[in-house]
């Protein structure tokens, strides 16, 4: 596949099964590779996808929930085993920060803030507040140069878990979206339950594609209560048309969504 793109490694919603692992996104740039998200299982994954863990340059975790994280600790111990480059670590608190201190495989840890960007090679990681109920919790908006000379870029949003509201919005709008991968937990007839728990119905995520001029809206993170996904979708779709379904090992190209020069 042409780089730049994305590989969906976990598209599943807290339990992970063999078809669908918990959330993480592998982004590969011309230079650089990044996660967002490691959830258990995503170096499987990873070598699924035939991505040597040595490629991965950092990894931003949007929130503490352990589907979100948990796979840290065991890429840690194979990065050190291949004696890999170091990763850098984008946290959304200091506990993490903490826990990880002076552990091998990590070359430093930076703590999210929202709007402040966070520079690996040639990708600027940018954290985004979202509302994930009572948790600190952060998307991340990542410009992707999809020339050697940078001239063009795709802006792609990851949630992570929740809902982008005003602040995100607007930080979103300053920063160009092309391609949004987005919480889609609920479908809206569950609407209760997704202000319960924090999460995005899908059409909050398609809302947000709409407002943004996206181009492009992955929904992951779905309930496994919805076995077939094309309600979720058809949600989605009243206000948004290009709107796909995560599937683990999916990959996107990301050149075709390029803004203009
Ligand atoms: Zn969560």
Redesign the pocket.
């Known amino acids: 596949v042409r780089k730049p793109c994305i590989v969906v490694l976990g598209s599943a919603a ?1 339990i992970p099964s063999p078809s669908r692992f918990v959330p993480s996104v592998l982004l590969m740039g011309l230079r650089s590779a990044i996660l967002m998200d490691i959830g258990e299982g995503a170096q499987i994954r990873l070598q699924e996808a035939g991505v040597s863990v040595c490629k991965i340059k950092a990894v931003a975790v ?2 503490l ?1 352990g ?2 994280f948990l796979g840290l600790f065991p890429m840690l111990q194979t990065l050190t085993m291949q004696s890999c480059n170091p990763v850098k670590l984008i946290s959304p608190s200091q506990e993490l920060c903490s826990v990880i201190s002076g552990a091998q495989g990590v070359s430093e840890c930076v703590v999210a803030v929202h709007g402040q960007s966070v520079v690996v090679a040639e990708l600027a990681v940018t954290p985004v507040a979202v509302n ?1 109920g009572g ?1 600190l ?1 952060f998307g991340y908006h990542v410009s992707v140069p999809i020339d050697s000379k940078g001239r063009r870029k795709v802006g792609v949003f990851y949630s ?3 809902v982008c509201e005003d602040e995100c919005k607007q930080c979103l709008k300053q920063l160009g979206v092309d391609v949004i991968i987005h919480d889609s937990s609920f479908m809206v007839a569950d609407i209760g339950r997704a202000i319960a728990s ?2 995005a119905t899908s059409l909050d995520a398609a809302k947000l594609a709409n407002e943004l001029n996206a181009k492009l809206l992955v929904l992951t993170h779905l309930s496994a209560r919805y076995s077939d996904p094309r309600s979720v979708v058809s949600d989605a779709r009243r206000v948004f048309q290009n709107v796909i379904v995560a599937r683990d090992l999916m990959t996107i190209p990301l050149s075709y969504y390029a803004q203009p020069c």
């Open positions: 807290a949007t929130h929930h589907d979100h994930h948790i919790a992570g878990d929740g924090g999460h």
